[in-house]
């Protein structure tokens, strides 16, 4: 993406304890969309799929996925959703975009320090498409 638009990248978390508050969603600033995505994988088979949502800063829905990805890890079905949800915001011409996972694996994946470094594919198809345009 070019410098004019802007990708944030946030971490959500998964609490392992049962807790009583509810998490809700927290809407990105006005004229900004948010992406939130996730991955799977099976145990015995290793087959993974990912999915996403994309929404506006009104939280209203936009457009979302889920798809069928392959053998994959469950950090390389997690960065594939992110890939995906950023080119479906890239295609829908979204270009102030936060983008949130809840894996700090794959978050620590496209920090800037690894971005480049990277030894999964997916990371640097995600490096070519935030440096797009």
Not at 26 to 49: M, Q, Y
Request: proline content about 2%.
């Amino acid at each position: 993406m070019s410098k004019n638009n802007t990708v944030r990248i946030i971490r959500r978390t998964r609490q392992s304890i049962p807790c009583v508050t509810a998490h809700c969603w927290i809407r990105p600033p006005f004229g900004w969309v948010k992406t939130n995505s996730d991955g799977a994988c099976h145990r015995e088979l290793g087959t993974a799929s990912c999915g996403g949502v994309i929404r506006s800063h009104e939280g209203r829905w936009l457009l979302d996925f889920a798809k069928f990805i392959g053998i994959y890890s469950v950090l390389e079905a997690e960065l594939c959703g992110m890939y995906q949800c950023l080119c479906c915001a890239k295609d829908g011409g979204f270009t102030q975009v936060i983008v949130e996972v809840d894996s700090l694996e794959a978050l620590k994946e496209v920090s800037d320090s690894k971005l480049n470094s990277s030894r999964l594919s997916v990371v640097h198809h995600i490096a070519k498409l935030l440096e797009r345009e």
